[in-house]
């Protein structure tokens, strides 16, 4: 049942992102990711493009928190989307260094991250095979967000292709809520 509604959260925000749109524009942006090497170009929101959004929910001693950060873009064959879900025992709480759990883990820790990359260059979805590294989050205020990511490998099942996060942003994010 977790591992469930952990996957179907995540497929949420990967669509959902794209089709919401608010009337407040996103002004911070900071930081500098880096995958495999490369800059991850930081994008903020503006009405009818959202960039960078979180969900949260949660059941009765089952919370998550789902961040998505888009590449900044505007070649759809160039799109890059990171989703990070943090899940804990607490509800409204976020900040913390989380480790990634693979599937096999979950039901074991109450406390983790989930992780997943979306390559629109070679239409690959990475997190689906081994996740390894921690990211630290951090509340500034409101909407906005630090995170921090150490060595967070995400691979692809079947394959020894992985993407590596290193760096950090602090973002608006649009609540999807």
Do not use: H, W
């Given at each position: 049942?977790k591992?469930?509604y952990?996957?179907?959260l995540?497929?949420?925000?990967?669509?959902?992102?794209?089709q919401c749109?608010?009337d407040d524009?996103?002004?911070?942006?900071?930081?500098?990711?880096?995958?495999?090497?490369?800059?991850?170009?930081?994008?903020?929101?503006?009405?009818?493009?959202?960039?960078?959004?979180?969900?949260?929910?949660?059941?009765?001693g089952?919370?998550?928190?789902?961040f998505?950060i888009?590449?900044?873009?505007?070649?759809?064959t160039?799109?890059?989307?990171?989703?990070?879900t943090?899940?804990?025992?607490?509800?409204?709480?976020?900040?913390?260094?989380y480790?990634?759990?693979?599937?096999?883990?979950?039901?074991?820790?109450?406390?983790?991250?989930?992780?997943?990359y979306?390559?629109?260059?070679?239409?690959?979805?990475?997190?689906?095979?081994?996740?390894t590294?921690?990211?630290?989050?951090t509340?500034?205020?409101?909407?906005?967000y630090?995170?921090?990511?150490?060595?967070?490998?995400?691979?692809?099942?079947?394959?020894?292709?992985?993407?590596?996060?290193?760096?950090?942003?602090e973002?608006?994010f649009?609540?999807?809520?």
């Open positions: 049942m591992k469930t952990l996957l179907s995540i497929a949420f925000m990967s669509f959902l992102f794209i749109s608010s524009s996103s002004r911070v942006q900071n930081g500098t990711l880096l995958v495999n090497g490369n800059t991850f170009a930081l994008g903020t929101n503006a009405p009818g493009d959202v960039r960078n959004s979180v969900l949260s929910g949660g059941v009765s089952f919370y998550t928190t789902a998505s888009t590449k900044n873009t505007t070649d759809p160039d799109l890059d989307v990171i989703t990070i943090i899940v804990n025992d607490q509800p409204n709480r976020v900040d913390g260094t480790s990634f759990a693979n599937e096999n883990d979950q039901d074991a820790l109450e406390n983790y991250a989930v992780g997943g979306f390559s629109a260059a070679n239409n690959s979805d990475y997190g689906t095979g081994q996740v590294g921690t990211v630290k989050v509340k500034i205020s409101g909407n906005t630090k995170l921090e990511f150490n060595n967070v490998s995400m691979g692809r099942s079947g394959t020894s292709d992985a993407k590596t996060i290193t760096g950090y942003c973002l608006e649009q609540s999807l809520l």
